[in-house]
Structures are given as C-alpha cells and as structure tokens.
C-alpha cells in the first residue's frame, strides 16, 4: 500500500528519497570510512635502509595524500549536488 501512494504522489517522491540515501551514503564515506594507508610509519627512520626506499616511501605516501584528497573532494561534491537538488525538487 505505500509503495502505491509513493508511486502515485506528483512530485518526485522516490526522487527524493534516492538523493537522501546518497547523501547518508557520501556522509558515511567521508565520515567514517578511514583515509587510507599509512605507509611510513610513525617510527624514526632506520639507517640500514637504502635511499631509494626511503625516497619510494615518502613518495607513495605524497600519492597516497593526493589520492585521499581527491577522494574527499568528490565526496563533497556529491553532497553539495545532492543537497542543492533536494532542495530544488523540495522548494520548487
């Protein structure tokens, strides 16, 4: 029986709904999702590594800084569309 009276509203109901769901879905990912890997960790560096895994490492962890950021920019561009598209289909 809801599922009738959703169907048959005018506006765009299940639209709505939809855009509420990926919003609590973007929400959850750039909330509680962690952001990625460390790979240098907190230790001080040791001296029997060689340079080059010392400059691979800082290297991997600067691409895994832009990776992270890249992920939560978009993250936050999906909320702002959905928030400015629910409120276009709730104010109109």
């Not at 230790?43 to 895994?64: A, C, M, Q, V, Y």
Request: net charge negative; glycine share 4%.
């Amino acid at each position: 029986m809801t599922l009738l009276l959703l169907a048959s509203l005018d506006d765009d109901t299940i639209f709505i709904i939809v855009l509420g769901v990926v919003l609590v879905f973007a929400l959850y990912q750039l909330v509680c999702t962690p952001d990625g890997l460390r790979v240098v960790k907190d230790e001080p560096p040791d001296e029997t590594g060689s340079d080059f895994e010392h400059r691979l490492l800082e290297k991997l962890d600067r691409t895994n800084d832009l990776l992270i950021s890249t992920r939560n920019s978009l993250l936050i561009l999906i909320i702002l569309l959905v928030v400015l598209a629910g409120l276009y289909l709730i104010l109109r």
